[in-house]
């Protein structure tokens, strides 16, 4: 096969109390899982080694908050995992809390089997508030705790597959995918920890699992790419989190899903010939873009005002 068995490690919750050596058990188990079926890498979740801290309010320097955060990886916890993954044979898409000297970011690595960090991805579509809100029904303060990604959206040469990341609320914007698409991705691996509402009228407990996978289809499908997707799900401290874990081909097919809302591997064999005939095809980029027709997508933040062509290029009449 021209690409790799890829595995995606679903997790259950985790409360405030698991310790990362608690966690990280967790995640052998389910690493020696993947070996079993085959797998030569495996996705793991966004801020995989804790619970999601984010829906708590906390002051920057506060001791419970930079407990959440790594600064050296792998650190002492971490180890274990990497060991065991370079045992096995394994490379993994692992989701933590960094700590890069004043800076704090929601980020992402590739670990090669050897132990290699290959690349690293920093969240850049940081969602939720930077100040509670307390008529919702939960916090998501990710703008309080990360700083915007400075590495934008990088595509590695790695385990044979042009790898990119990209976490969670990234998934939901179509740019995400198309920087990466434009880079000759093959496989994008995803975590995510997804509240199922916390009380939004709209993009609430409904449309939450229709969301995910809506979006993550579509991204993969416009970029003829493999999208390997893992949640971190099921009742964290009270607070519910969608599972629905899964890889999605090039075609935008659902592959294969999680079925259940705790720690779960599913599996699926990456043929990265499929992404590259789909490339070649419908999706043949250099072929079909016509640049000139997107620059408010650079150019504007916001939406702004009507972009209309002159009445006369249109051939109308009252020109
Ligand atoms: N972790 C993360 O990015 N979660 C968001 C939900 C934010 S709700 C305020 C997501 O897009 O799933």
Redesign the pocket.
Not at 226 to 241: D, I, L, Q, S
């Given at each position: 096969m021209d690409g790799i068995v890829t595995g995606v490690a679903q997790m259950g919750a985790i409360q405030k109390a698991d310790t990362r050596e608690t966690v990280v058990a967790r995640m052998i188990e389910l690493l020696r899982e993947a070996k079993a079926r085959g797998c030569g890498f495996v996705v793991f979740p966004?801020?995989a080694l804790t619970t999601?801290f984010?829906r708590w309010v906390y002051d920057r320097g506060d001791a419970e908050l930079e407990a959440f955060y790594e600064d050296t990886m792998p650190g002492p916890a971490t180890r274990p995992l990497f060991d065991m993954a370079r045992d096995l044979g394994i490379g993994f898409y692992l989701g933590y809390a960094e700590k890069a000297g004043a800076k704090r970011f929601?980020t992402a690595i590739l670990v090669e089997p050897s132990g290699r960090i290959a690349g690293k991805y920093r969240?850049v579509?940081?969602?939720?508030?930077a100040e509670p809100d307390p008529s919702r029904l939960g916090e998501?303060l990710?703008k309080r705790y990360f700083d915007v990604g400075d590495l934008g959206f990088p595509v590695y040469e790695t385990m044979g597959v042009k790898m990119g990341m990209c976490?969670?609320?990234?998934?939901?914007w179509p740019e995400t995918y198309r920087v990466m698409g434009l880079q000759g991705v093959e496989l994008i691996a995803l975590g995510?920890?997804?509240?199922t509402?916390?009380g939004?009228p709209y993009?609430a407990a409904a449309q939450?699992n229709f969301h995910?996978s809506l979006t993550m289809q579509a991204g993969a499908y416009h970029n003829a790419c493999w999208v390997a997707a893992a949640a971190k799900c099921g009742v964290e401290e009270g607070f519910p989190m969608?599972g629905q874990s899964m890889i999605i081909s090039p075609l935008g097919e659902v592959v294969a899903q999680a079925a259940t809302l705790e720690d779960e591997l599913i599996a699926a064999r990456c043929d990265m010939k499929m992404a590259r005939y789909a490339k070649t095809e419908i999706f043949n980029l250099a072929r079909h873009r016509r640049p000139e027709a997107y620059r408010p997508i650079v150019e504007r933040v916001g939406a702004g005002g009507l972009i209309q062509p002159d009445r006369k290029a249109m051939g109308l009449d009252d020109a």
């Amino acid at each position: 096969m021209d690409g790799i068995v890829t595995g995606v490690a679903q997790m259950g919750a985790i409360q405030k109390a698991d310790t990362r050596e608690t966690v990280v058990a967790r995640m052998i188990e389910l690493l020696r899982e993947a070996k079993a079926r085959g797998c030569g890498f495996v996705v793991f979740p966004e801020l995989a080694l804790t619970t999601f801290f984010p829906r708590w309010v906390y002051d920057r320097g506060d001791a419970e908050l930079e407990a959440f955060y790594e600064d050296t990886m792998p650190g002492p916890a971490t180890r274990p995992l990497f060991d065991m993954a370079r045992d096995l044979g394994i490379g993994f898409y692992l989701g933590y809390a960094e700590k890069a000297g004043a800076k704090r970011f929601n980020t992402a690595i590739l670990v090669e089997p050897s132990g290699r960090i290959a690349g690293k991805y920093r969240k850049v579509h940081l969602p939720g508030h930077a100040e509670p809100d307390p008529s919702r029904l939960g916090e998501h303060l990710e703008k309080r705790y990360f700083d915007v990604g400075d590495l934008g959206f990088p595509v590695y040469e790695t385990m044979g597959v042009k790898m990119g990341m990209c976490i969670c609320n990234d998934r939901r914007w179509p740019e995400t995918y198309r920087v990466m698409g434009l880079q000759g991705v093959e496989l994008i691996a995803l975590g995510y920890n997804t509240p199922t509402g916390l009380g939004e009228p709209y993009q609430a407990a409904a449309q939450a699992n229709f969301h995910n996978s809506l979006t993550m289809q579509a991204g993969a499908y416009h970029n003829a790419c493999w999208v390997a997707a893992a949640a971190k799900c099921g009742v964290e401290e009270g607070f519910p989190m969608i599972g629905q874990s899964m890889i999605i081909s090039p075609l935008g097919e659902v592959v294969a899903q999680a079925a259940t809302l705790e720690d779960e591997l599913i599996a699926a064999r990456c043929d990265m010939k499929m992404a590259r005939y789909a490339k070649t095809e419908i999706f043949n980029l250099a072929r079909h873009r016509r640049p000139e027709a997107y620059r408010p997508i650079v150019e504007r933040v916001g939406a702004g005002g009507l972009i209309q062509p002159d009445r006369k290029a249109m051939g109308l009449d009252d020109a």
